[in-house]
C-alpha cells in the first residue's frame, strides 16, 4: 500500500517561511502526479499546488502563486513545498496526495487522488 508522510510544519511569524516534505513509498514515484491541499478549521478542504513527477510540470493555486513552489526529488520519491511570505491565512493542516498518472496537474479535486498523508499543521501568526 502506497504511503505518504509529511513533515515540516510547524509555528511562523507573517512573512516568514516553510518548506514541507512529503516522502512517498510503495509505488513508482516517477508516475505520479502529487499534490499538496489544506485545510482551516470550519473550511473544506483546498487546492494548493500539484506537480507531475514525471515532467516537474507545476499548477498553483491563485491564493498562493508567487509565495509557494512545489518540487520534487524522484530519486528519494519526495516533493516539497516551499512557502514564503507566509499569511495567517495560510494557517491550516496541509496534506500531501498523490494519484495515478494519466490525469494532469489541473486536477484540483481531493476526490481524485488515491493516497493521502496524515498531515502536517502550519500556523502562522500574526
Known amino acids: 500500500q502506497v504511503q505518504l508522510v509529511e513533515s515540516g510544519g510547524g509555528l511562523v511569524q507573517a512573512g516568514g517561511s516553510l518548506r514541507l516534505s512529503c516522502a512517498a513509498s510503495?509505488?513508482?514515484?516517477?508516475?505520479?502526479?502529487m499534490g499538496w491541499f489544506r485545510q482551516a478549521p470550519g473550511k473544506e478542504r483546498e487546492f494548493v499546488a500539484t506537480?507531475?513527477?514525471?515532467?516537474?510540470?507545476?499548477y498553483y493555486a491563485d491564493v498562493v502563486k508567487g509565495r509557494f513552489t512545489m518540487s520534487r526529488d524522484n530519486a528519494k520519491n519526495t516533493v516539497y513545498l516551499q512557502m514564503n511570505s507566509l499569511k495567517p491565512e495560510d494557517t491550516a493542516v496541509y496534506y500531501c496526495?498523490?494519484?495515478?498518472?494519466?490525469?494532469?496537474?489541473?486536477?484540483?479535486?481531493?476526490?481524485?487522488?488515491?493516497?493521502w498523508g496524515q498531515g502536517t499543521q502550519v500556523t502562522v501568526s500574526s
Open positions: 496526495a498523490a494519484k495515478s498518472a494519466g490525469y494532469s496537474v489541473y486536477e484540483t479535486r481531493p476526490v481524485k487522488y488515491d493516497y
Open positions: 510503495g509505488r513508482t514515484f516517477s508516475s505520479y502526479v
Open positions: 506537480i507531475k513527477t514525471s515532467t516537474g510540470s507545476t
